[in-house]
Each structure stands twice: as structure tokens, then as C-alpha cells.
Antibody, heavy 117, light 114 residues
């Protein structure tokens, strides 16, 4: 059974940095397409970033240059380094897995991030 | 970016009746090499992460009740719930995974009991 558990969220001031983690079990992070998807309060789903099995990273235009996705193979963990945070980055951040030719099929429970002074 | 527009934004249906949600894509999501539409449907209940219902526009995930069905191709897609149950109250999203560098979701459709 696939289990994804996010952590690292919290309250941070504008301009600050935060690092999210997603611990995976039942799958190998480095062999899958792993993504971050966020949901602002009362809003819809927004894809943020993805790292392919081959290690190529992709980002939504709204976070490009500020966020960095990475993975730790030895700990089977996905990370999202978020810098220069803005109020509009406030959201629940979900970790998700997809395989080639399929959509995001496994999701974590999410970790909330609030950017506010 | 591929823009997905869902209609309606909200929907109220009586128990046992049919619910239909539409999703229109700004460009085709039909992958020519395998003739599959890279379009999925998710259900999200309050306080929960999304749950995948349907992939490839019409393939129901394991464990999803058969009252849920998906149809369409190219740019126009539909999610149908044939006989609404109380547990189907949720927000439903369509999602395209055709563009591997810019995934997008529809704005969501809130489904309620009339």
C-alpha cells in the first residue's frame, strides 16, 4: 500500500523560507514521477512542481525561481524548498505520485502553509 | 497552458437522480501515440485530499462504484453519476496530464443534494 506523509508546514512571514517533506512508503520515490499540488483556502487544486523519475524538474510559472523540488533516495523522501514566500502561497500542500501515462493516483493528507505577518 | 473549464460551478441533484459535470479543454488532450485521452476526474470531500475516480477519460479506478462513469474525447469530457447517493456530496475536478510540464485542473464543481 502506498503511503505519502507530508510535513514541514506552518506559519511563516512574507519573504521567508520553508522546506516541506514527503515521506513515502510502498513506493520508491526515485522511480516515480513525484509532484506537489496545493490548494488555497476555499479554492481549487493547483499543480506546483514535479520531478520525473529521471530527475528532471518542472514548475508552475507562479513559483518558478522561488521553489525547488528535490528527493532523497536514501530516505525515500520528496522535498519542496520554498523561498521568498508570498501571501498567495498560503495553501495546503499535497504530495502526489503519478506513473507514466497515468494521472496523480496517490496523494498524501497535506501540510498547511500560511504566509502572513 | 491547457485551460480546463468545468460546468456548472455547482449542482444540486436529488438522491437517486443523475448528475452530469462537463469539462472543456482549451486544446486536445488526446495522445496520438496510444489514442488515450490524458484526462482524469477526482472527487474531493471536505478536509480530505482528492481521490482519483477516472483516468484516460473513461477508465474507472479500482473500487470506484459503477454509478460513476466518464466519457468524451479530444476537448470535451463528461463525468456522470447515474444515481446520486448521499456520500457523493463533494467537489469534483477534471485534470489534464497531457502537458507534462504544466499540469492543470478545472476550477471544480460542487455537488450537493437537492
Amino acid at each position: 500500500e502506498v503511503l505519502l506523509v507530508e510535513s514541514g508546514g506552518g506559519l511563516i512571514q512574507p519573504g521567508g523560507s520553508l522546506r516541506l517533506s514527503c515521506a513515502a512508503s510502498g513506493l520508491t520515490v526515485s522511480s516515480n514521477y513525484m509532484a506537489w499540488v496545493r490548494q488555497a483556502p476555499g479554492k481549487g487544486l493547483q499543480w506546483v512542481s514535479l520531478i520525473s523519475a529521471g530527475g528532471t524538474s518542472y514548475y508552475a510559472d507562479s513559483v518558478k525561481g522561488r521553489f525547488t523540488v528535490s528527493r532523497n533516495s536514501s530516505k525515500n523522501t520528496l522535498h519542496l524548498q520554498m523561498n521568498s514566500l508570498r501571501a498567495e502561497d498560503t495553501a495546503v500542500y499535497y504530495c502526489a505520485r503519478r506513473r507514466a501515462g497515468l494521472p496523480f493516483e496517490s496523494w498524501g493528507q497535506g501540510t498547511p502553509v500560511t504566509v502572513s505577518s | 497552458d491547457i485551460v480546463l473549464t468545468q460546468s456548472p460551478d455547482s449542482l444540486a441533484v436529488s438522491l437517486g437522480e443523475r448528475a452530469t459535470i462537463n469539462c472543456k479543454s482549451s486544446q486536445s488532450v488526446l495522445y496520438s501515440s496510444n489514442n488515450k485521452n490524458y484526462l482524469a476526474w477526482y472527487q474531493q470531500r471536505p478536509g480530505q485530499p482528492p481521490t482519483l475516480l477516472i483516468s484516460s477519460a473513461s477508465t474507472r479506478e479500482s473500487g470506484v462504484p459503477d454509478r460513476f462513469s466518464g466519457s468524451g474525447s479530444g476537448t470535451d469530457f463528461t463525468l456522470t453519476i447515474s444515481s446520486l447517493q448521499a456520500e457523493d456530496v463533494a467537489v469534483y475536478y477534471c485534470h489534464q496530464y497531457y502537458s507534462t510540464s504544466q499540469y492543470t485542473f478545472g476550477q471544480g464543481t460542487r455537488l450537493e443534494i437537492k
